[in-house]
């Protein structure tokens, strides 16, 4: 897939951004069904920043809740080095679970039971590989990342360069992904998610299990696509 073939808005138009939260789903309770043969009930409350629980297990953990390409909502929150994203598609009826900062990566794919028992998924794609983008989160932190493979190979100016050999990118609607995978730095796992809209070239990411950095803290920008 030809990056160039999603994307609409010139770079020009957008700065550097941290996406708020969304208060939309506050008090809904969201029945959510897995693959895996898993259910629960995911609500979101305010006290006074958003908190999530989940039925089986997770009581007001503080969490952000994304609103990205339109009905899609990202619930976001960081337990230790683990760092864990709900995927709440409205527009599509479907939801995907996304771990990582473990041993390895974990994505579990179902649906919202409010909408009925779907046949579709969200599904891991290579529609990315062959494509380098350039993503700015600042006027002065930017990062080229080059994707290739499954595995994807960041440059940021005036830092060794990195590489994840298993970038994974979920496809959630045309043109709007959500990536995740982790590097080793020393004893540490280090994980991170980047949700990439390329309709607009807007972006949130963030890194969980780094030392001395909050164990939550998404933030956004914007990017272009870079051509030889």
């Not at 607009?200 to 933030?219: Q, S, Y």
């Amino acid at each position: 897939m030809n990056l160039k073939n999603a994307y609409k808005y010139p770079t020009a138009d957008f700065m550097g951004y941290s996406r708020p939260n969304s208060f939309e789903l506050i008090g809904k309770k969201i029945d959510l069904t897995f693959d895996s043969g898993r259910k629960t009930t995911l609500t979101l409350a305010r006290n006074p920043g958003i908190q999530v629980t989940l039925s089986d297990g997770l009581n007001d953990q503080p969490a952000e809740c994304l609103k990205i390409g339109g009905d899609i909502f990202l619930v976001n929150f960081a337990i230790d080095k683990w760092g864990a994203t709900y995927i709440l598609d409205y527009a599509n009826g479907l939801a995907t679970h996304v771990v990582v900062g473990g041993d390895e990566p974990m994505a579990d794919f179902g649906y919202i039971d409010e909408f009925g028992a779907k046949t579709e998924r969200h599904a891991l794609s290579d529609d990315l590989d062959g494509n380098t983008v350039d993503w700015t989160f600042s006027p002065s932190i930017t990062a080229r990342v080059k994707y290739a493979n499954g595995a994807a190979d960041i440059s940021i100016p005036n830092m060794p360069p990195i590489s994840i050999p298993a970038f994974k990118a979920i496809r959630l609607a045309n043109g709007i992904y959500f990536q995740y995978g982790q590097v080793a730095f020393g004893p540490v796992n280090v994980g991170l998610f980047l949700a990439s809209d390329f309709t607009t070239m807007l972006f949130d990411g963030d890194l969980f299990g780094v030392p001395g950095l909050p164990a939550l803290g998404t933030t956004g920008g914007w990017g272009k696509i870079f051509s030889e």
